[in-house]
């Protein structure tokens, strides 16, 4: 007597299941940023920190390109000078001491490898560009709260 099988027949698979769950830079970055100019003084940037409870932000040029990124980080250096000048903190311009090589992600990324670059690149917040534009950024807790938003079924 021959054995059946309780199984039945299996199903044929179509191929890949895709998923429409929010896995784009673009679906967590932030769109709303304070922005800074190149001649504005470090003292209003620091200012404008507490104000808005930021860590750093993008500094753009008078047409509106991205040239640069402010941090707290980058304020440091200016707070360390003026303490080992005996000089209180000068209205000196945010241009001296930003980052100039500014490390962009498109907006396209997948949050899994905007996690790459973060890795790799040691950064805690990332300007965000679409055809040489800005159009946000994306910090290290953004990536984390995208990631906790994903179940296991949305991982690629």
Not at 27 to 47: A, C, G, H, R, W
Not at 56 to 78: H, R, T, W
Not at 82 to 102: A, C, G, H, W
């Amino acid at each position: 007597m021959a054995i059946k099988s309780f199984q039945g027949a299996r199903a044929k698979t179509t191929g890949k299941k895709e998923y429409d769950a929010a896995i784009l830079v673009t679906d967590y970055m932030t769109t709303k940023l304070v922005t800074f100019s190149p001649d504005q003084s470090i003292l209003e940037v620091m200012e404008a920190f507490a104000k808005h409870h930021i860590s750093g932000g993008p500094v753009m040029d008078s047409n509106g390109f991205l040239v640069g990124i402010i941090s707290e980080a980058d304020c440091m250096k200016q707070i360390s000078e003026s303490r080992y000048f005996n000089q209180p903190i000068l209205d000196k311009s945010v241009e001296r001491f930003m980052t100039k090589n500014v490390q962009t992600i498109p907006h396209d990324m997948s949050i899994f490898d905007a996690a790459g670059v973060f890795d790799k690149h040691n950064r805690r917040r990332l300007p965000v560009m679409k055809d040489g534009i800005l159009v946000g950024q994306i910090s290290r807790k953004d990536i984390v709260v995208a990631a906790l938003k994903l179940t296991g079924q949305n991982w690629k």
